[in-house]
């Protein structure tokens, strides 16, 4: 059997790894706070056992997938049904197969990373993956997914969670929030206000989820000052079922106020269903300054997710749907971009925004100088491609020295696998301990500074950021 | 005398070290497998001794020229000719001399270290190399070239070259290529078909090279439906000759399929000589989304080395030609350009492109991504600037966690110099048993995984990657 | 009381920091040359005492305010007069306080580390700064400013400053520079000839800065051809006075020779208050290739710092001006914006062009090709932002396998803090000696080599790069 090895990621400098493994014990139980990710909250609702292996840890995972995928696997043969509601593969074993037979593919990989830390640590599985071994492992986390210590909430309290944040549209009614709070169970999820399928009006579904929130908000929206009363009125709704932010994606983080008139007309295009791209693209602009303009009025902290072509492979999107691996990042320019909505709101001790990148020449060009002088603006941790041994390290290396951490706030786990949560966790602390190992050892801080530096990383910085 | 160290290049960290070293040992015998590069074939045709010592080292080396030349030394000094015929210095032990007194401006570069292993393991120089030994040396290597040992031929075999390929237009008949095959001598040197000098109207022979092109298919091209023919035509003819992979050069990797009216209107421009640069860039970008096609028809591996900007100075190009040294990269987009041609043959098993890059930035942002997802792409290694010890190594740590080294072709020399070549692998097959070895001492994979991988990117993805 | 640690920001691997520390100690007590700074030479002509602890440290230093006001602090707390004159702050010792209580902001980031400097080994403070010791720190460093020794000459001749130069408008008398060289000291100050308030159409007191220096000059300036006039006739007043450089701020390095006709249209239209931005923009880009030309002439080097958006938070502009820590970098293209100027200038070997950049993606892609092949093209070092631990390793690392070091011109420390001199050569010098025994501990290159390089970045390559 092979354990995980209680060093592992440390450097392997014997000075510098007993400094890290001595800063990751003091943080390493620290409880989770996970205020951004994917999770489905209809899990934690219904606290069903998770079906089967394959469908928990292989067809759901979008990081998985995409690897598989490259290799001339298709998604067919994982089970991912058609859209057209197709499924060539029923038998979840034989995926399963696939996935072990390909194993070495994520050798490496922060996916094969956070894999084994799921395979050892969350299901004890005692023997090392392979094609070999597919079966025997099947059967044994099969076997632990039918216990009950296995089930969602369970798992959420074993995993020591404190607080997580699920991300949700304006036109959910947040049904499972409610009942995980109205159930005899303490756990503390919380929704996120993503108004992107209003925001942007290039959502081929625009008009049926605005109509949608209509409906749920109570009252119709005939002109561009209801559907701002609308935004607002679905975030006072979020905050009332917990809500401590909001979440915008986009592919520039272009800002730029219109006035009401200029806004209007767009709207107003936009119900006729005869918005264009510069339309959808200025629209998003000033939304993201209306998003921002509320954050200071209702507190709820904003975050930016920049720089990802969705859908990048049309073929899979017409095929099998979104979220298959097919999200390819751009360049992304920030200093001009963002220049209207942190002149207009950036001072602003009320305001709060969280950026994250996946352009990583931004860190030491654009974001860190900004995180480094607007008070309303801080570093979401390395994400997606960037969350990672090498990427973390890398954005503390390229952006702690101009930003300096008091300008972040903490780790985002940003999944949508459970299991996944403490092993990705785990990561994090692991690389930010060695980070700052390695400061100590050259004397560029000393210990006390690096430990309190250590739980500002796991944990305080989190709170703060969020306020939790 | 100084020999090479036999730990050179290898992280110091014993604990590291120590495993790179058993890494290397295991790789560092494998033949030499050189599926993209720019030696001349007529060489092996020929089988002729090397002239002299600046002939062979300094005066065909663009890394050596542009770094001489940017500290003063004139290009005439160099013995490099005119274009108008002018030779300023034919004392080549002068050119060497100047070589040598300068030969400290490569410490600590790449071009230093290939140079250094040239003379201590492939011609056994025993001095180092300065301005006081210039004479002893260029008399050394002087009497090597003599010997029948340092034929060309002879450096392929003792190099164990299993296969070497070499760049070649459209308009060149491969009689060089036909030679080697029709001697005794089993050296495996396939051509690759580079058809720049036609798919680029921009080239200022393009009517030349076009009517030489045609003559050697022995059909006349009067249209754009000739032209697709013509192209089609030379393929077969390279593949006959053992082609396989096509190479091509953009300064921007823009793809876009036009109409065949539109690309038959640009095609009359050209023939006319009306064709302005706008004209010639979405011709290029269409010509690549044939030559996908292509590829995708006749197996042969397609290539793209994009973001040079050739000839960056005027008047070193007007006064000695092109190759000197003044090619400057620029910033490149792949996400958006390479679109059209991923969407249209990324999903195809039957087509296989391997990009190149000069933007160390598009690694984690846009190749590495791409890669992780479409299976008809592949990375290439790090290319020409980035053909370096922190180069190779930003490579691995930038890519590698995304794309998988499974989505690599492991190595490229790119060479136009051959004692250069053992050089080249062998610092590239150090570099990745020290970035492996890495992982390994951290923990995060272990040393049978590294063994397999080790060799994947010494040999096995070559052969795969290039469907050897 | 805690010292500086003697191997502080060396690598912790013993066999690396004993090789640094070795070449560290053969160059730690060189004079310093600094041929890019910002101290106000009038601080050197009156020699009186420095006021307080915090005017001298925190309130005149953009880095330590943009950092306290990314954590809130108002600059108003700080003491910063406002532009309409109001000062809500007057007590230093309160201002004092409110940086100590903030000092943990600072561990990890390069002004942390100057500042650590400045206390232990400038003002020998014994104690750690913190909130509790902010008191009698300021007590003793407040005494210490009314010692002799602790006057600005004694400070400049106890480090050991060989030159140091400052950077001066076009309408400056230079009488600080006059007073200083008509004094019985010998402290070598040098002015550096910086004209962006007339060569920038878009500086709003362009006319009146026109103006003074057409007084100074004592020619009237009517047209683009008496401009051209006053720039060549203060930039030999400026060499009579000792400078050796000029210095040029813009946010692209585009570069653009105009017509005599364009330029001087461009020139009436400034004169009648009528230039928009794009007028300013290419007026720019013609200036910098007249000031190529001009430094062709009379041998003054050409410095280009690009890649800062000035003033990028209009409130603080507004509130309290310029240099308040709201510059924020850009991306930057060179290649092709510094192609009219290399082209045109850097094959000449009377002129020297060293650019400085903010863009980190740039060094690898862009700079150190160009630098590697331009004669006339320099790289300066890592700038502002990039001048930290990591950013100068990254410097380093990205830049000198093509450039190579000698195409480099050693060190800038860029401050307008005189305490703080010493401070930045010392850990440049420190991070130079780790990079290069680095290279030896992997043998890239022998002991001998790299105390050569060494005493080349530290010392030989600013003599040599600024023509001292």
């Known amino acids: 059997m092979s354990h995980l090895n209680q060093f592992r990621f440390l450097d392997s400098n014997p000075v510098v790894r007993e400094i890290a493994f001595e800063l990751y014990s003091t943080i390493k139980d620290f409880p989770i706070l996970s205020p951004h990710g994917h999770v489905d909250p209809q899990i934690f609702a219904l606290n069903q056992p998770f079906s089967d292996p394959s469908q928990l840890l292989v067809m759901t995972d979008h990081y998985v997938l995409r690897m598989l995928y490259s290799q001339g696997i298709s998604l067919d043969d994982l089970g991912i049904p058609r859209l057209d509601g197709t499924v060539f593969q029923e038998d979840r074993r034989k995926i399963w197969q696939v996935f072990a037979d390909h194993y070495q593919l994520f050798a490496g990989t922060p996916t094969g990373i956070w894999m084994e830390y799921e395979l050892k640590n969350v299901f004890n599985v005692e023997l090392d993956l392979s094609g070999d071994t597919a079966t025997d492992v099947y059967d044994h986390i099969n076997s632990c997914l039918k216990r009950e210590e296995f089930l969602p909430r369970n798992l959420f309290d074993a995993f020591n969670i404190e607080v997580l944040c699920t991300t949700d549209a304006p036109h959910t009614a947040l049904t499972s929030h409610q009942q995980i709070h109205d159930s005899d169970w303490n756990g503390n999820i919380k929704p996120s206000f993503r108004p992107d399928s209003l925001t942007n009006l290039g959502n081929p579904n625009w008009l049926r989820d605005l109509e949608k929130t209509s409906q749920l908000a109570g009252f119709d929206v005939n002109n561009y000052s209801d559907f701002i009363k609308l935004l607002e009125n679905r975030r006072e709704y979020f905050k009332l079922h917990g809500a ?225």
Chains 1, 2, 3 share one sequence.
Request: charged share 20%; proline share 4%.
């Open 244 to 468: 401590i932010a909001t979440d915008h994606d986009t592919r520039s983080p272009y800002t730029h106020k219109l006035s009401d008139q200029e806004a209007s007309n767009l709207f107003e295009k936009a119900l006729k269903g005869i918005s264009d791209p510069a339309d959808t693209q200025v629209f998003m602009a000033h939304m993201l300054m209306e998003m921002a303009r509320m954050s200071r009025d209702d507190g709820l902290v904003m975050q930016l997710h920049a720089g990802s072509w969705r859908n990048h492979n049309q073929m899979v999107l017409d095929t099998w749907g979104v979220d298959m691996g097919g999200d390819i990042p751009v360049q992304i320019e920030y200093t001009e971009n963002l220049k209207a909505l942190l002149n207009t709101y950036g001072n602003d001790p009320k305001f709060k925004l969280i950026v994250f990148t996946l352009d990583e020449s931004s860190y030491t060009r654009e974001l860190a100088p900004l995180a480094g002088h607007y008070p309303g603006l801080k570093l979401g941790p390395a994400w997606w491609f960037n969350d990672s041994i090498q990427g973390m390290t890398r954005y503390r290396e390229q952006a702690m020295e101009t930003g300096g951490i008091y300008n972040t706030v903490g780790f985002n786990d940003d999944t949508r696998t459970i299991p996944s949560i403490p092993a990705r966790h785990d990561l994090s602390r692991r690389i930010d301990s060695n980070y700052l190992a390695g400061l100590v050892s050259r004397h560029i801080i000393n210990i006390e500074q690096a430990i309190i530096m250590s739980k500002a990383l796991a944990y305080d910085l989190v709170k703060t950021g969020y306020n939790l």
